[in-house]
């Protein structure tokens, strides 16, 4: 399992296309998880090729199943950071499955819950899961790796598309997205 901090990942080339970044509190299709919501919606931000991505997954998931958007876009500031998180880009996504009226549904342990707090089962290959808990990770695996997203082994929940990771992962010499600044009300 190759990392996010890991030597063959942090030195593939950052380029960026320049993709504007939509804010998703203007997509009603997609439902947001308020737990993290900054005052100004800086995690309610990603590109718009993921947008239309994570659209799209959703149109396949199973009847009364919907994406639940936790956290996108974490804002970022160059002289913080010596390596940025891929949430910086605007590529990276913490999602879950919820039904049509928002409830979460079983994933086997908590969005954001480490190792610790989840006995392991924050590892997208974990076995110690109830089988709903399987089926409902397969579900989210299926749709969004059909739309070209790559998941972070460590965290079921975290799936990215254009960032270093993605580029690693699926052999491509460059990211489509670097980390960008975006100035919040």
Same mark, same amino acid.
């Given at each position: 399992?190759?990392?996010?901090?890991?030597?063959?990942?942090?030195?593939? !080339? /950052?380029?960026?296309?320049?993709?504007?970044?939509?804010?998703?509190? =203007?997509?009603? +299709? @997609?439902? *947001?998880?308020? $737990?993290?919501?900054?005052?100004?919606?800086?995690?309610?931000?990603?590109?718009?090729?993921?947008?239309?991505?994570?659209?799209?997954?959703?149109?396949?998931?199973?009847?009364?199943?919907?994406?639940?958007?936790?956290?996108?876009?974490?804002?970022?500031?160059?002289?913080?950071?010596?390596?940025?998180?891929?949430? !910086? /880009?605007?590529?990276?996504?913490?999602?879950?499955?919820?039904?049509? =009226?928002?409830? +979460? @549904?079983? *994933?086997?342990? $908590?969005?954001?819950?480490?190792?610790?707090?989840?006995?392991?089962?924050?590892?997208?290959?974990?076995?110690?899961?109830?089988?709903?808990?399987?089926?409902?990770?397969?579900?989210?695996?299926?749709?969004?790796?059909?739309?070209?997203?790559?998941?972070?082994?460590?965290?079921?929940?975290?799936?990215?598309?254009?960032?270093?990771?993605?580029?690693?992962?699926?052999?491509?010499?460059?990211?489509?997205?670097?980390?960008?600044?975006?100035?919040?009300?």
């Amino acid at each position: 399992m190759t990392l996010v901090s890991e030597p063959q990942t942090v030195t593939i !080339h /950052t380029a960026d296309n320049h993709e504007p970044l939509v804010d998703l509190r =203007d997509v009603p +299709e @997609l439902r *947001l998880a308020r $737990r993290l919501a900054g005052e100004h919606g800086g995690y309610a931000r990603l590109r718009t090729s993921v947008v239309d991505r994570l659209l799209s997954a959703q149109k396949r998931l199973p009847h009364g199943i919907r994406l639940l958007i936790v956290e996108a876009y974490r804002p970022y500031r160059p002289d913080e950071l010596d390596l940025p998180d891929p949430h !910086h /880009t605007g590529g990276a996504v913490d999602v879950t499955l919820c039904t049509g =009226d928002g409830t +979460e @549904l079983d *994933l086997g342990s $908590r969005v954001l819950d480490g190792p610790e707090a989840s006995a392991n089962a924050c590892y997208t290959a974990a076995r110690n899961i109830s089988i709903a808990a399987l089926r409902n990770r397969a579900n989210l695996w299926t749709v969004l790796r059909r739309e070209g997203l790559t998941n972070y082994p460590t965290e079921w929940w975290h799936w990215s598309y254009g960032d270093r990771y993605w580029a690693l992962n699926n052999g491509v010499p460059n990211t489509l997205y670097a980390p960008v600044t975006v100035e919040l009300p």
